[in-house]
């Protein structure tokens, strides 16, 4: 097979998984703390031919690779909700929650309370604290967040703050490391360390929004399929052209 076409091949699986991560970036681009994944790719060169009888060497023909994905860890808006279980977290920390695999990370700040008393997530992981899973009694109310994560509320009848936990926030030196799950969790890839984190500060009554700029995903989308379409075109020609060439060498003169 011709350069060509193992040249616009190359660029197509390339395109094709880049499909694949700018359509999971759009699809949740409503999800709360959702952070974005990037492409990477790189150029390959190698030679086509390695006989030796050339007058000189090979030119190096260039494909495409797709190296890698990464993670974009930059911060999402924030809303206001006013519900005094959501929070969000101004910084590189990450919420720590209790699932049936072990411990999990995640940005998505608005919680709930269980049939238990338990502090949980939208999927109902139970959120941990730094001693553990927070609980709260039946007569608690007004719940207040500290922007260092301590939470407190008032009990029953009484006007003095009971403490109930302090969010355990954790962040990682190696944070392209963590691995992406399902309900908008992270788990700790090989190498991912998680860290007490004390600069980010929590925020009570807000939420983190999805960091997907949609109008930028969608500008991506309409650029990959243009760009396969322009591939395939040109990849329908050289072999067209490819046909037409063996078909006149193969005429026999009369």
């Known amino acids: 097979m011709q350069n060509t076409l193992l040249v616009g091949l190359s660029k197509q699986m ?21 952070k974005a994944d990037r492409s990477l790719f790189q150029e390959y060169l190698a030679s086509n031919a390695h006989e030796d009888n050339f007058m000189s060497s090979d030119r190096r023909v260039s494909f495409v690779q797709d190296r890698a994905t990464f993670h974009d860890f930059a911060q999402g808006p924030t809303e206001e909700t ?8 101004d910084g590189k920390g990450f919420l720590v929650v209790q699932t049936p695999g072990g411990e999990r990370y995640t940005r998505e700040g608005n ?6 008393g ?23 109310h007004d719940v207040s967040i ?8 008032l009990e029953g009848t009484s006007r003095l703050d009971s403490i109930r936990g302090k969010l355990r926030v954790v962040s990682f030196a190696e944070a392209q490391r963590l691995l992406k799950e399902g309900s908008n969790l992270y788990s700790a890839g090989e190498g991912a360390v998680p860290l007490a984190e004390t600069k980010s500060q929590i925020r009570q009554g807000f939420i983190e929004k999805s960091n997907v700029n949609s109008v930028v ?7 990959i399929t243009r760009t396969y379409t322009q591939i395939a075109s040109l990849l329908q ?18």
């Open 217 to 223: 995903e969608m500008s991506r989308m309409i650029e």
């Open 237 to 254: 020609q050289e072999s067209d052209l490819h046909k037409s060439a063996i078909e006149k060498l193969a005429d026999v003169p009369a």
């Open 82 to 89: 006013k519900n005094p279980l959501d929070v969000a977290i």
């Open 111 to 116: 919680l709930q309370i269980n049939n238990r």
């Open 14 to 34: 390339v395109l094709e998984r880049q499909l694949d991560v700018v359509s999971n970036n759009i699809a949740n681009m409503n999800t709360n703390g959702y």
């Open 146 to 153: 500290a922007p260092d994560g301590n939470i407190t509320v």
């Open 118 to 140: 338990q502090l949980v997530t939208m999927s109902g992981y139970q959120v941990l604290g730094t001693g553990g899973p927070i609980t709260f009694q039946q007569t608690d």
